[in-house]
């Protein structure tokens, strides 16, 4: 049969056709009232999109450099930090804080899983230990595991109450649009996102919330930042414009993409926000009914609906099955990362995935499934079946309102 | 959960990307050499869709202004013509030659059937009776009903040797892609196809190949066609150009897409139109074994694989299940038309459609039928997995050879 090319990776992801035409119309200077607008219309939405009073930077750059402003805006050398990891990402914190310098403490736990409170307080102890940022992801992308940033935000505020004043960084890239978050109430410092993951954009743009507390941080000395200086960036954003060139394109898209969230929740951008991250909850469910009818296992201890990690059994290597979706139908799906590369396959829910796409990838996978691992049990439509009851139980569109 | 919007109708069918890229792009002049070279490689790629050595003339028009240039240029008023119908379309010929004061013979059978040879032969004779025309469809979209164009074709032809001189004209606007035609080998006179239905672009433009005894006839004093005057066309395409002004991006979006069907068929454009026809085959048998599957009929005796209509039980409106498509899948599937509507549904297989979109509306359709035809043994997944055994039986990309 044809094949249509579809991304079910957790970003970038498929992109939206109403932030697509408003890319390829963006033919406007960025000193402009008519850039001005969209640019303020779209830092505003994506306050609402956050759920943050807090003040919101556009950076013009992938996840890493809204990453590593938060690094270099918020520490000096010798600084101590502590390291949240359990995976690909979390690694990322530990290379560019000590890439800055940082005296890092690591909290390091195996891939799949995530942190007990336990261990998280005899890091922190009761004031804090000297640490004077966490760094964390709130879903760790290269394994789906979802960590409790809620029960984090209070271990380290408590901390406050002793003399602590360690600021939380949330890497919420994958967590953004998927999870819920109340980023003033929980006293997240800066959360992070970017473009290409539930916003359905192109990647090239990251976004970060930043704290009062996190602000008068910055007025301490710290390492250097330039092109991501962020109180540069919110000064410019008070008149309505970026430090440097924005990228152009990628704003009207996003602009257009937080207009279709805001329909969708019926002129609201939270509840379409909030709906946005039931689909993901919904294809989600549907997709691990579905791998476990098949007698795959589920990865990770506490997986987010971001996405979904499927290990593969032991005979087999993940990027067989990776490479099956896009030979046989034009689907790009995940292999694992970092450790876990060959060991499982990553199905992504962030984003613009419907019904169809849902249902879909799951035909397409019981097809893999029957070709390469078929199980002694094995008939087609075991799988479409778990999911199709996963649907009509939760997916319901008037329950969800859309 | 989200909605993505989605053509399932039988014209016009999902767009190519690549078509729509080519067509946001066009903007040239069509009286320069940038545009003729556009303009006489979509002539060239059309001939081969088609199958064909005829000269292929493009109309800016829908379908219906094709068939129209065929009365228009092949009649006078009183010329005896036989127009076969069982269906909307067919009664459209009807229509046609009767406004174009010809003398018409009618065979009708009921919607869903095809006609016998019997009947035709009956109305032929063995030298034509002094039918000059004689005007079918090669599928009637209106049912899904294919009609044997090959033993007509014969049929007309064996007048021929006994002085009759009967045109045979054909309406393959949703035949061509879906369903082989060897035009010049059983003399189809004219053919006709629209850029909507196989060919993957907006309507807006209609095309036709036309035998040298059709170009001989038009010779003779025949109504009048302006706009659609043929000759005119003919002479103009000789100059790799157009009598009146060409729908410019149309042409460009439909050039492009010709280019993926060639790339589809490895640089070969009619292995491409031939994987095309392969494709919506192995859709239809996927569509058709899950209708089955679920208690539902197939309509017609007879049906091509362009699209399938599906029988409703007696106690449903195929509206019904039009409109839970669209509400709660935002997919666009046509209801019965004519003497049909409300009484069966049609899902489109021709053109730009992968083994996820056919799925995916297999599973959408599972949905509906739980909800309201619900019948004694239904369980989830039993419409999918009789889609899934047909896939592996026959929709295997190599086996395709895509």
Known sequence: MLKKNRLFTPGPTPLLPAAQTAMAAANVHH????????????????????????????????????????????????????????????????????????????????????????????????NGNGIRAVYVQATESSTGVRHDVETIARRVRETHLQGGDALLVVDAITGLGTTRFDVDGWGIDVIIGGSQKALMVPPGLAYLAVSERAWKRMEEPHSPAYYFDLRKERKAAAKGESAYTPAIALIAGLCAALDFIAQAGGGDLAAGRDLLIHNAAVAAAM?????????????????????????????????????????????????????????????????????????????????IIAKLARPANFQFGMALQAAQEVYARCGDPKAAGV
């Open 31 to 126: 000193r402009t009232a008519d850039f001005k607008a969209v640019f303020q219309k779209t830092l505003a939405g994506l306050k609402t999109f956050i759920g943050t009073n807090n003040d919101v930077i556009l950076l013009a750059s992938s996840g890493t450099g809204a990453m590593e402003s938060s690094v270099a805006n918020l520490t000096k050398p010798g600084d101590k930090v502590l390291v949240l990891t359990a995976g690909k990402f979390g690694e990322r914190w530990r290379d560019l804080t000590k890439a800055y310098g940082c005296q890092v403490e690591m909290l390091s736990e195996p891939y799949g899983q995530t942190f007990t409170m336990e261990a998280i307080g005899e890091k922190l102890g009761t």
């Open 287 to 367: 997709t691990r009914a579905a791998a476990q009818a098949l007698g795959l296992s589920l990865y990770g201890t506490s997986p987010g609906d971001a996405l979904t990690a499927v290990a593969v059994p032991h005979n087999l290597n993940s990027g067989a099955i990776v490479k099956e979706f896009r030979q046989h139908f034009d689907a790009v799906v995940a292999d694992g990362q970092g450790d876990m590369k060959g060991q499982l396959f990553r199905i992504a829910h962030l984003g613009y995935f419907d019904y169809l796409d849902t249902i879909g990838i799951i035909g397409a996978l019981e097809h």
